[in-house]
């Protein structure tokens, strides 16, 4: 089984596109991130033709996340327990949720579309909304694998951290300035490998970036990030044998500014008899 994350920067700009990819790479489910709209404006049909199901979740023009699956996909859910709401110039509990978090089932798989809020500035509101996001969502984590330590968990997306210095190459980023870099949000993403989560692409694909801002050449100069991630559990992890990351999808006739990132996985069920993609 083929499993791939992509922020796909508006879905209704880049649908073609994105179905496209899906077909040439035989990809069996895809985490997307920033659809940037509603179910009902979603081009369900063109994905629907090529054999994928859907599950969306959308509020607006703004965040939003959805799956596209040829398999079934079961316990739909479009937040996690804990997950905190933001609304600009307002603190406390009960504020509304975003569209950020879509969580299914696959094979027996436990599959989560996330889009980490970007935290905007070290002096914003959004930047404290962005920890406190990261450690409910950590929180969960632990709270659901220690219930069921077997499960094959993994958390797909936009997680608008760059962990390692060798994962930044935008010179805009400055140490102490700069979010994205900043010691607490590598902290709080280093804390979900103390949670039992491993990054199962980074030993495959020790290098590359995942996403490249559109100003400045930032993508022939190769001034990007790698801040797009999947994190699985022992038992996910334990199913991959091979990762990818594909950049050659910021190429092109009106990219998105993110590429995909994928993994395969030999299930007990079935035969990997794929070619490797480098």
Known sequence: MRIATWNVNS?????????????????????????????EQFPSDIFEEAG????????????????ASRH??????????GMPGFLKGQEGPG???EARALGVTVNDLRLWSLYVPNGRALDDPH???????????DEHTREELAANPDLALALMGDWNVAPLDSDVGD???????????????????????????TDPVRPLVPEGFTYWDYKQLRFPRNEGLRIDFILGSPAFTGLV??????????????????????????????????????
């Open 11 to 39: 879905i209704r700009a880049r649908s073609a596109r994105v179905v496209d990819w899906l077909v040439r790479e035989d990809i069996d489910v895809l985490a997307m991130q920033e659809i940037k709209c509603k179910p």
């Open 72 to 81: 079934p996909m079961t316990d739909v859910a479009t937040s996690f327990p």
């Open 241 to 278: 044998t091979d990762a990818s990351i594909h950049r050659n999808e910021r190429k092109g006739d009106a990219p998105s500014d993110h590429v995909p990132v994928v993994v395969d996985l030999t299930l007990d069920d079935e035969d990997d008899d794929r070619p490797m993609i480098f």
């Open 95 to 97: 504020l509304p949720l």
């Open 127 to 137: 930047y404290a909304y962005k920890l406190d996001w990261l450690a409910k969502l």
């Open 171 to 197: 010179p805009t980023l400055v140490p102490g300035v700069s979010t994205h870099i900043s010691p607490p949000e590598r902290a709080a993403f280093e804390a979900f490998a103390a949670a039992g989560l």
């Open 52 to 67: 994928y199901e859907l599950a969306i979740h959308g509020l607006s023009q703004w965040n939003g996340v959805a799956f």
